[in-house]
């Protein structure tokens, strides 16, 4: 099995079968990148076949990407130093070199970590990255903000950081974190495929109960086939004649990333994620993303803060028909905005 990445030269995918040392006899191949997508969002990943490498006979091209969605965590760095297929055959290493990266700094963007990875044929249970550290920053009462690491002494913290906590990862610099697949299992044939796997940032990780200083890695992940899954888009504005009120229990005025859009289908709620504010110079010009949509139409609802009364250019919620392997994007304004009553 040969391996190359797209950023340096060829590697060795490992195999281990356990009982038996024997290397597969059919193999496909891997290809695999980092990117954050932010909607529904979580941690994933896309795999797709490059233009430059096709198939062969009993193989398969593979890409994956990382998406995320935000919330108070204003970083969340890990350290990634395996990321691996578990099959009933064994288990197939896709990447050994450790990689460290900041999930929130994957705004829309895609970068490579594997390309060309042959692994064997067939059907595999479980995608799994082995964690060996990270740390989180989370903003705190008042614009402060405070420091939970999994050490220390984790190398991946900014020069000179004060660490004001633990951040638990229980088991994952072990086992490796399981991405929860769609799919009973992964059953790749002679073909591409297209995996996309979400972490959700905003709902992985946790205070512990209690005055202990301590937050909890829990990640929120899920994976699918990207060619059987659709993605949706909010594009939400507010106009530049409107100022948002106070919410309630807020000092301030409502900001736009305050307000959450909400995936429905009839009355039951498919997901709901925060606005993200990409450009601080922007505040009124937000998006949010839904990723791993099941085919079909839908809702999109605006949410505003509670205590705030909004009215919409469009009427909510926006009916989006969702295509498999496309994105379906809308467009959000709010016209006018007032206390609520």
Request: glycine share 10%; hydrophobic share 40%; aromatic share 6%.
């Amino acid at each position: 099995m040969s391996f190359r990445s797209l950023n340096g030269p060829a590697t060795v995918a490992s195999y281990d079968s356990g009982s038996s040392s024997r290397p597969p006899e059919a193999s496909r191949r891997v290809a695999m990148r980092f990117t954050r997508l932010m909607g529904t969002a979580a941690l994933g990943m896309l795999a797709a076949c490059s233009d430059s490498a096709s198939p062969g006979n009993g193989s398969s091209l593979l890409t994956l990407q990382l998406t995320d969605a935000p919330g108070d965590v204003t970083a969340a760095v890990v350290t990634i130093d395996e990321i691996y297929l578990q099959g009933a055959d064994g288990r197939v290493t896709l990447r050994s070199a450790d990689t460290t990266l900041n999930l929130l700094d994957l705004t829309d963007t895609s970068t490579a970590l594997l390309s060309d990875v042959e692994v064997p044929s067939g059907a595999y249970e479980q995608l799994r990255f082995v964690i060996s550290g990270g740390y989180i920053e989370v903003e705190e009462a008042g614009g402060t903000s405070r420091i939970y690491a999994s050490s220390p002494a984790y190398a991946g913290l900014p020069d000179g950081a004060t660490v004001h906590g633990d951040l638990q990862m229980p088991s994952f610099a072990q086992s490796g974190l399981k991405v929860e697949i769609e799919e009973e299992e992964l059953d790749f044939e002679d073909e591409s495929v297209t995996l996309l796997v979400d972490f959700d940032v905003s709902r992985s990780f946790g205070r512990q109960a209690g005055n202990s200083g301590k937050w909890v890695m829990r990640p929120v992940v899920k994976g699918g086939r990207i060619e059987a899954a659709a993605v949706i888009r909010a594009d939400v504005t507010v106009a530049d004649t409107v100022t948002l009120p106070t919410p309630t229990g807020g000092t301030e005025a409502a900001a736009l990333d305050d307000f959450r859009v909400r995936l429905v289908q009839g009355t039951t709620t498919v997901a709901e994620v925060p606005v993200v504010v990409p450009d601080a110079t922007k505040p009124k010009v937000g998006f949010a993303r839904f990723v791993l949509v099941a085919p079909g139409t839908y809702g999109v609802q605006l949410v505003a803060p509670t205590g705030v009364t909004i009215t919409t250019r469009e009427a909510l919620p926006v009916s989006v028909d969702a295509v498999a392997g496309a994105t379906r994007s809308t467009p959000i304004q709010v016209t006018s905005a007032r206390p609520t009553s």
